[in-house]
Each structure stands twice: as structure tokens, then as C-alpha cells.
């Protein structure tokens, strides 16, 4: 899919690092809410504070983080830990195979090493500066660095304050995780194709737990919701 | 009870290598051929899937202050307010919880 030249991106200039940053004021935003959210919860659930920042650093990907928190307990279940954060990431191929084509082949082991800060934002950042005309790989690196140094900045945070925070469900945050998955819902929504997976996931997530273990809940209920999806897809 | 160190770091070890790896996968998809539709489609239904579980699964735990803050932060998050969605769904479960 990489063409040679035309799409791919040109260079990587300061410009295009600071343009990237600007662009992503508002995501950092979000993404100190819920990297402070991560840290409580982390907390809550009787991580170490270096186990927590190490998690972040290393991961670095918020919605497979949560999803772990909900399976961590003793002795640690690896496998479902594992494919949970599989399948929860799974939609980053996506997103990765997206940028590749303005990424193209000229920046080959700069683009595989920028992959480690691939999340929605950034990609969300960097494919509105391609719409709106940019050549420049700087854009997502400006992004891709700010969101990652926010990311666990925020979550050490988090998880430093908790204990002033006192009970965080006085203020929601154990909600963070809900509410940031259902308002990123509204804008994956691709339209009536979307209603019959959607509708078949959170219906399957009440399967008995006699029948699905709760740590395999999600993970059960998002396969029976792509599969329907794909199969309505086969059909039409 | 805490889980052992080597767990931990096998754990956040593997999602790491996990994560890294199919962010890779991507690139590597794109510079081969392009997947078969069906797989394609499961794919691209896995995301919306996934999240759709994830909030299904914990609104079914019946606590009403949450599923309050969700419709709340829903229908602002779809007039194009993410940041302002996940403030007012906090505020609502907040203010419920008094």
C-alpha cells in the first residue's frame, strides 16, 4: 500500500514536532484524566507505585491497562491478563496499517520505533494533519512524545494523590474507564452495519458465569460481537 | 495478598511485547497483502466489540449512579465533547452519590 512518494511523508522537521504538540492540547487533557484515573485504580487494586509507572511506561496503552487492573489478583491469571490485552489492542493494527500508507518506507526503523506511542489520539492527531495537507512525520512524533510523557506523569500522579483523594468514588473516578469507553463509542459508530456486534457483545457479557468465568467475560463477549459483525458484513 | 515480583513482571512483560507487537503487526500488514475481508471485518468490529463489552460488563453490576453518568457523558460525547463528557459523567456520578 506504500506508494513511492505522493503520500508518504517528506520529512521530519521542528515545525512539524511543534505542530504536533499544539494539535494535541486537548488529548492530553483527556489523557492526564485518565492517567490520573489509571493510578487510583491502580492503588485500589494493591499495585506496587513501581509496578503502576513500569506498567504505563511499558504498555502504554490505557484501555488494555484498566482491563488487566479488573483480572489482577493473586495468584496473577497471565493468560486471560494476556489475551485480554490482545484483544483489546487488537484494533491498533488497524490504526498502525492506516498511518503506513503516509508513513511509507522512507523513514523505515524511525517509524518502527515511533510504533511503541501508537494510540488513538496520536493517530487521530496525525490523520487530520495529513486531511489537512502535512508532509511531516514531526507531527506525530510531537504528539506521539507529549501523550506518553502526560500519560505516565499522570498516572504517578494518581496514584501519589489517592490516598488525599480519600474514597474516588466521591467523585466518579472509578467511572473514568466507562466513561471514556463510552464516549469514545460515539465516535466509532460506524452506523446501522455496528448495531447488530454491539448489541450482540453486551447481551453476551450476560452468559452465566457458570458458563464463562468472570475474567473471561469481555473477552468472550467482544469475539461474539466481531463475529456477528463480520458475519453481517459476509451477508451484505 | 500481593502477587509475586516474577509474576508481575512476566505479566507487564508480555502485554508490553503483546502491545508493541501488534502495533508492529499493523505496519507489517500493510506493507503485505491485504487481509482476507472476513478477517478484515472481524477486525474492524473488534474495537467497537471489545469497548462495548467493556462498558456492558461493568453497567451490569446495577449501580445507578454509574449508568446515569454513562448516558450523561454519551450524549455529550456525541455532540463532538470527549473531554467535557468524561467531566460531566463524573460530576453526575459525584453529585448521585452525595
Given amino acids: ?14 515545525d512539524g514536532v511543534w505542530q504536533g504538540v499544539r494539535a494535541s492540547v486537548p488529548l492530553s487533557v483527556a489523557t492526564a484524566v485518565l492517567g ?5 485504580a491502580a492503588r485500589q487494586a494493591s499495585l506496587s507505585l513501581g509496578t503502576t509507572v513500569g506498567m504505563t511506561a511499558a504498555v502504554f496503552a490505557g484501555a488494555a491497562q484498566f482491563a488487566a487492573l479488573t483480572l489482577w489478583q493473586t495468584p496473577l491469571p497471565l493468560v486471560p491478563i494476556w489475551l485480554s490485552t490482545l484483544a483489546v489492542n487488537a484494533r491498533f493494527m488497524l490504526l498502525s496499517a492506516s498511518l503506513e500508507s503516509w508513513i511509507g518506507r522512507r523513514h523505515g526503523l524511525k517509524a518502527i520505533a515511533a510504533m511503541f506511542v501508537m494510540g488513538e489520539g496520536t493517530w487521530a492527531v496525525s490523520i487530520q494533519a495529513r486531511a489537512a495537507g502535512s508532509r511531516d512525520f514531526g507531527v506525530y ?6 501523550v506518553a510523557l502526560v500519560w505516565v506523569a499522570s498516572t504517578a500522579f494518581g496514584y501519589l494523590a489517592a490516598p488525599l483523594l480519600g474514597d474516588p468514588r466521591r467523585f466518579g473516578l472509578d467511572l473514568v474507564l466507562v466513561l471514556f469507553f463510552a464516549s469514545a463509542l460515539t465516535s466509532t459508530w460506524r452506523g446501522s452495519r455496528d448495531l447488530a456486534p454491539w448489541v450482540a457483545a453486551a447481551l453476551a457479557t450476560r452468559i452465566p458465569a457458570s458458563i464463562v468465568a468472570p475474567e473471561w467475560q469481555v473477552l468472550v463477549a467482544a469475539l461474539v460481537g466481531a463475529a456477528v459483525g463480520a458475519w453481517r458484513d459476509a451477508r451484505h | 495478598m500481593t502477587p509475586g515480583t516474577d509474576d508481575v513482571v512476566l505479566a507487564i512483560a508480555g502485554m508490553a511485547v503483546i502491545t508493541y507487537a501488534v502495533r508492529l503487526a499493523g505496519l507489517g500488514l500493510a506493507r503485505s497483502m491485504p487481509a482476507h475481508p472476513v478477517v478484515a471485518s472481524f477486525l474492524g468490529h473488534l474495537g467497537g466489540a471489545v469497548m462495548v463489552a467493556l462498558v456492558a460488563s461493568s453497567l451490569g453490576r ?6 446515569a453518568a454513562t448516558v450523561a457523558a454519551v450524549a455529550i460525547a456525541s455532540r463532538g465533547r470527549p473531554t467535557l463528557a468524561l467531566g460531566v459523567g463524573m460530576a453526575v456520578a459525584a453529585l448521585l452519590r452525595m
Avoid at chain 1, 36 to 40: L, N, P, S, T, W
Avoid at chain 2, 62 to 67: C, I, N, P, W, Y
Fill in chain 1, 36 to 40: 490520573a484515573g489509571f493510578g487510583v
Fill in chain 1, 1 to 14: 500500500m506504500a506508494q513511492a512518494g505522493g503520500d508518504a511523508t517528506d520529512r521530519i522537521s521542528r
Fill in chain 1, 141 to 146: 512524533i510531537g504528539s506521539g512524545v507529549l
Fill in chain 2, 62 to 67: 446495577g449501580d445507578a449512579a454509574g449508568v
